[in-house]
């Protein structure tokens, strides 16, 4: 996707809220204070329809803009928008199935980040290619470390790298840590350990395999390892996912059959993270879940695994609370993005 022009993200930000015509977009603009002439914004506006992040409809005074389901789901989110959105008083949100459907039918990577993903794969493929089996495995270790730490960390873990590096290798828990933090990184161990032995199993994952590593990520941690029968709140967050059992387990059989029917690996990675993290089909636990079945997906296709070694925390929880509360996967998919380059990168670099 283009990057857009200050005119085009303000334009954006006030059709994610509501259609408008042409001179409440101006008026709109004006008060950020930004003056333009109309035949200007209407330029603009064609870059956006070009891109199909926006629409209209009507026509003379009557004719209102509106934001598409791809603009909404894939338009760029700025910092400032988000932390002004984040920073209202906000109505509950409650859960919207066609969100979770567009991530199937929509194209979520425009053509030249999936040339850049694709040239990502090959140098991937490439260097193991030419590396021995002592080597790989080596990497593959150092992989693991970093995801239990940065995906723990992202649940509030205090452990940083080289202490979860002590706890995996020499299991030697950190002074001053609960017992339960060191768990919670030990069980991603086993789960990424289970994922990289049964690879095949996760070219099309199902629920059964879902609920398997759910359990293997809160063993010993005392939480349920059963889809939940009651509703949860997110921290943070405004939205309220879906409480009945049964409407849970069906749409979480409904989120895996879309995305095993989709094509390309980086969309269905993409997809996993999303939408186990918005069903919530557990009582706690759910974005660990996610980020370890789209690694499956990953290794069942041999590519690149997400790592997250350099992603921060919270903005990992704003790209969630993006999705949940305003259907935007934008900044989740930025954060896959730089995971992918940061790990070839590395490899580059070695």
Known sequence: MKKLTHIQQLVIEHLRQNEASTAKLLMVLAQNDV??????????????????????????PARRHHITDKGRLLSPFSDSDLNEYLSKDREPIRYNPD???????????????????????????????????????????KWLIEFAWKSSAI???????????????DRIEATGKSHAEAVMIINHQSAIRYVYDNRESFIKPDTKLTKNIHSLLVNGLGVSSTVRD???????????????KKEIQSELERALMNINSKQNIWSKTLAMVLSISYIQPFEDGNKRTARVMANGLLYADNNIPLVFGNIDPTLYRRACIAFYELGNASIMKNILLDSWRETISELNNN
């Not at 009651?230 to 009945?244: D, K, N, T």
């Open 230 to 244: 009651r509703g949860v709140g997110i921290s943070g967050s405004v939205y309220r996912p879906l409480a009945s």
């Open 35 to 60: 003056t333009i002439s109309e035949d200007s914004l209407v330029r603009h506006m064609a870059q956006l329809k070009d891109q199909g992040l926006i629409e209209s409809s009507g026509k003379g």
């Open 155 to 169: 649940e509030g873990n205090t452990y940083n790298v080289l202490e979860t590096e002590t706890l995996l290798l």
């Open 99 to 141: 969100w979770l459907t567009e991530l199937t039918i929509l194209e979520l990577f425009e053509n030249e980040e999936k040339s850049e993903l694709l040239d990502l794969e090959n140098k991937f493929r490439d260097f193991f290619t030419n590396t021995n089996n002592t080597i790989r495995d080596r990497w593959y270790q």
